[in-house]
């Protein structure tokens, strides 16, 4: 019987459609991942700058101890904000 219907190809058929209001619920979720996978992000890669930071560092404290002569730290710029 080609042409009707039967009851799961029906079933079927209306659950293929999503309301708007559906798509922007999902359409919602998938920013907010988004998001937070960008903060993390974010985060690892301000922890690695300073992990880096701080390696260079003790590597050029070790340098100068080896060599006999004090270690003078390279002073670090922090800007101060006014508010």
Do not use: H, W
Request: glycine share 4%; with cysteine; proline share 2%.
């Amino acid at each position: 019987m080609k042409g009707k219907l039967t009851d799961a190809s029906r079933d079927r058929e209306r659950t293929n459609f999503i309301t708007k209001e559906q798509c922007d619920t999902q359409a919602e979720r998938i920013a907010a991942v988004l998001r937070e996978r960008k903060k993390i992000g974010d985060d690892r890669r301000m922890r690695d700058r300073e992990y880096q930071r701080q390696n260079y560092d003790r590597a050029l404290a070790r340098y100068y101890k080896e060599r006999g002569k004090v270690s003078k730290q390279p002073e670090r710029r922090v800007e101060k904000r006014e508010p």
